[in-house]
T-cell receptor, first 113, second 116 residues
Framework: AQSVTQLDSQVPVFEEAPVELRCNYSSSVSVYLFWYVQYPNQGLQLLLKYLSGSTLVKGINGFEAEFNKSQTSFHLRKPSVHISDTAEYFC???????????FGAGTQVVVTP | DGGITQSPKYLFRKEGQNVTLSCEQNLNHDAMYWYRQDPGQGLRLIYYSQIVNDFQKGDIAEGYSVSREKKESFPLTVTSAQKNPTAFYLCATLGLAGGLRTGELFFGEGSRLTVL
């Protein structure tokens, strides 16, 4: 079974600064990779996904992620954050398209003025 | 509005009581899932159902039960056998595009269960 490691539990960042959230997964022949965002007391919303094709994936709200097969990583980036980006971010991986995702423990992003 | 509706949003129960969380969807998705979320642990899969009248255990099924009598509905019962039921519970469906699975999950707003 897949496993996912999010290397930072909390990331403080100033408004308009860049942010990178790190995610590593256990190796597999093929993987489906996802980043979700969760605002307090709400469900999860998909930011972006990698199924195949280009290794640089662009998502909503200006986020992007790069799939690196050799390093088994899928790091999330945003060049300039807003206060509204304060939330918890989850990396998830699956071996197939059946939706049985393995989630990382989450990274709390706190954006301050 | 198309989406996933979970109810109740907040629920309190006494130890030893069973409680059922509702999940209804009008997205016409076949597969549905229940996840449990605890602080610092991410989400863990409890049960999933790929089709009506069929469901499978996930990673932490002990102390939980489900049913899937209708495509739209996938209720979760937290039984008294669940040792530590206080958590945030999330229901999800599996996306389809052109009749094919996308691998992407769509989530409801969640139900927060507190055992007193």
């Amino acid at each position: 079974a897949q496993s996912v490691t999010q290397l930072d539990s909390q990331v403080p960042v100033f408004e308009e600064a860049p942010v990178e959230l790190r995610c590593n997964y256990s190796s597999s022949v093929s993987v489906y990779l996802f980043w979700y965002v969760q605002y307090p007391n709400q469900g999860l919303q998909l930011l972006l996904k990698y199924l195949s094709g280009s290794t640089l994936v662009k998502g909503i709200n200006g986020f992007e992620a790069e799939f690196n097969k050799s390093q088994t990583s899928f790091h999330l980036r945003k060049p300039s954050v807003h206060i509204s980006d304060t939330a918890e971010y989850f990396c998830a991986v699956s071996d197939d398209s059946w939706g049985k995702l393995q989630f990382g423990a989450g990274t709390q992003v706190v954006v301050t003025p | 509005d198309g989406g996933i509706t979970q109810s109740p949003k907040y629920l309190f129960r006494k130890e030893g009581q069973n409680v059922t969380l509702s999940c209804e969807q009008n997205l016409n998705h076949d597969a549905m899932y229940w996840y449990r979320q605890d602080p610092g642990q991410g989400l863990r899969l409890i049960y999933y159902s790929q089709i009506v009248n069929d469901f499978q255990k996930g990673d932490i099924a002990e102390g939980y039960s489900v049913s899937r009598e209708k495509k739209e509905s996938f209720p979760l019962t937290v039984t008294s056998a669940q040792k530590n039921p206080t958590a945030f519970y999330l229901c999800a469906t599996l996306g389809l595009a052109g009749g094919l699975r996308t691998g992407e999950l769509f989530f409801g707003e969640g139900s927060r269960l507190t055992v007193l």
